[in-house]
């Protein structure tokens, strides 16, 4: 069974940090890319970052460049994002997905994914 695991929301003040997690399992991690979504009440459905699964490239949304850090861990079959400097228009549930890379390019919409994970709530207060 393919399971995402997104772990790590919470309530934290205007420039706190979070770190979420995203804990795979079920399907070959090691050939999929993992993108970060996030999605606010009334909104679509957006991609914050993404993290390639054989050279380690990153991508973020513009909103978040400078802010946020993707990392993964494949020993652990996790990835990270550091979210750092967060601001109340950051709040939202954030999902974690997987893809096959469908080439150099790391920016997915939600259509492209393949597997998602539950999501974490994340608020910040201003």
């Known amino acids: 069974e393919v399971q995402l695991v997104a772990s790590g929301g919470g309530l934290v003040q205007n420039g706190g940090s979070l770190r979420l997690s995203c804990a795979a399992s079920?399907?070959?991690?090691?050939?999929?890319?993992i993108g970060w979504f996030r999605q606010a009440p009334g909104q679509e459905r957006e991609g914050v970052s993404t993290i390639n699964n054989s050279d380690g490239r990153t991508y973020y949304v513009d909103s978040v460049k400078g802010r946020f850090i993707t990392s993964r861990d494949s020993a652990k079959n996790t990835v990270y994002l550091q979210m750092n400097s967060l601001q109340p228009e950051d709040t939202a549930i954030y999902y974690c997905a997987a893809v096959l890379p469908l080439g150099w390019g790391l920016r997915y919409s939600a259509r492209d994914m393949d597997y998602w994970g539950q999501g974490t709530q994340v608020t910040v207060s201003s």
């Open positions: 079920g399907f070959s991690f090691n050939d999929y890319a």
